[in-house]
């Protein structure tokens, strides 16, 4: 392949490395993350949207989780593994939506500034029977400004409480939208997402205004 | 015997270049015991090349908890020299990542290797965590050695919050999706 350091193409950025034959230009990843405590239905809410199935990547629970994550002095256990499942879907050539679905609990919070960093905003799943459950996320949220918001997983269209009594529950501003959805359907899912993505926007705005 | 979890082990110590494991007299021993027969391990095949798809850590999850207390596979800093830290905090897991064509040619270690064959077209670094097994910051340290051993893109983005346009193609994108 010739080498031509005057090609239009190479003049575009000052990334592009110099020798790097052409390939297809990678799309630009947006990510949402989706939150929640054990068994709420994370996975089965990235698996719902997502146009593969979703996959699990593992990170290892570091020094830092070990305070709250004693094995005890018996134990030879050093570490401890977690799991983090996640899905994507393509809007168009040049975009693709990333969704990662991650524990909530406190203990897990060594990895989110890593997930939250650029993140579009995320969608705390909540199951009211154990809604104590995302506390620490919603806390995390709040304080790393990333707009987020509540979803109560409705597994058979019950709902033991009223909104405002979870609201009550979570005491999260008035600005942060809590709403149900089911994880099993996708357009409920879609849905959800898009409410994420109207924080995300009103956001962007702001942001871009001052 | 089993690997203490701190790189500063002057028995262990980080070496770039050749990796712990293969100084051991017998890397085979300390954890394929546990492996079920024919399960491909590095003892297996220290220096085999890994195959697309065939992982080379086997199908053993890793770090699984083990109530017996035996070590069933690397420790995963192992595969890193020794370093826990990510070289660059802004290759996240949705980061892009496309290896050059020379790279195949280059030597590199099994995982590099392997990470250097997925990427033909681009893909995520969670994606690669996944399909090798790999820890994520394992992934995201061997990614960081490969581009900048000049082997791989990594298309690092500004960590900006997404500007209202791509946001706006987003929604659209995911209003089309139909229930």
């Keep these: ?210 | 015997m089993r690997y203490q979890a701190d790189p500063d082990d002057p028995d262990h110590p980080a070496a770039p270049g050749v990796r712990p494991f293969l100084r051991d007299t017998n890397p085979g021993g300390r954890y394929s015991p546990a492996l079920p027969a024919g399960t491909p391990s590095f003892g297996d095949h220290p220096f085999g090349e890994p195959q697309f798809g065939d992982h080379p850590f086997g199908n053993q999850p890793f770090g699984d908890a083990e109530p017996s207390g035996q070590a069933t596979s690397l420790r995963p800093f192992v595969l890193t020299s020794g370093r826990v830290d990510g070289i660059d905090p802004n290759i996240g897991p949705e980061t892009q990542v496309c290896s050059h064509v020379g790279a195949l040619s280059a030597r590199l270690s099994p995982e590099q290797r392997a990470i250097v064959h997925l990427c033909g077209e681009p893909l995520s670094v969670a994606e690669i965590s996944a399909r090798l097994r790999m820890h994520f910051g394992v992934t995201r340290i061997l990614v960081g050695d490969l581009r900048a051993a000049g082997h791989l893109d990594v298309h690092v983005l500004a960590n900006d919050f997404p500007d209202p346009e791509t946001i706006l193609r987003v929604i659209r994108g995911l209003r089309s999706i139909s229930s």
């Design chain 1, 1 to 210: 392949m010739d080498f031509d350091p005057f090609h239009p193409d190479r003049a575009v950025g000052t990334a592009r490395v110099p020798d790097a034959p052409q390939r297809a230009t990678p799309p630009v990843p947006v990510k949402i993350i989706v939150a929640g405590g054990f068994g709420v239905g994370k996975t089965t809410t990235v698996g719902a949207i997502s146009e593969i199935s979703p996959l699990t990547t593992e990170a290892e629970m570091t020094m830092e989780g070990l305070g709250v994550d004693d094995p005890g002095q018996a134990s030879g256990k050093t570490t401890t593994t977690i799991a983090m499942d996640f899905g994507c879907v393509t809007i168009d050539q040049t975009l693709k939506l990333y969704l990662f679905g991650t524990p909530g609990q406190a203990r897990f919070a060594f990895m989110w500034d890593d997930l939250v960093r650029g993140a579009l905003g995320a969608l705390v799943v909540v199951d009211t029977t154990r809604i104590d459950d995302c506390y620490p996320a919603v806390d995390y949220f709040e304080r790393a400004g990333l707009p987020f918001v509540v979803g109560i997983n409705t597994f058979n269209g019950q709902l033991g409480y009223n909104l405002d009594e979870v609201r009550w529950a979570l005491a999260v501003r008035d600005d942060v939208p809590i709403l149900t959805f089911d994880a099993r359907f996708r357009g409920s899912v879609r849905d959800a997402l898009l409410v994420v993505l109207d924080q995300a926007l009103d956001k962007a705005m702001k942001m871009r205004s001052s």
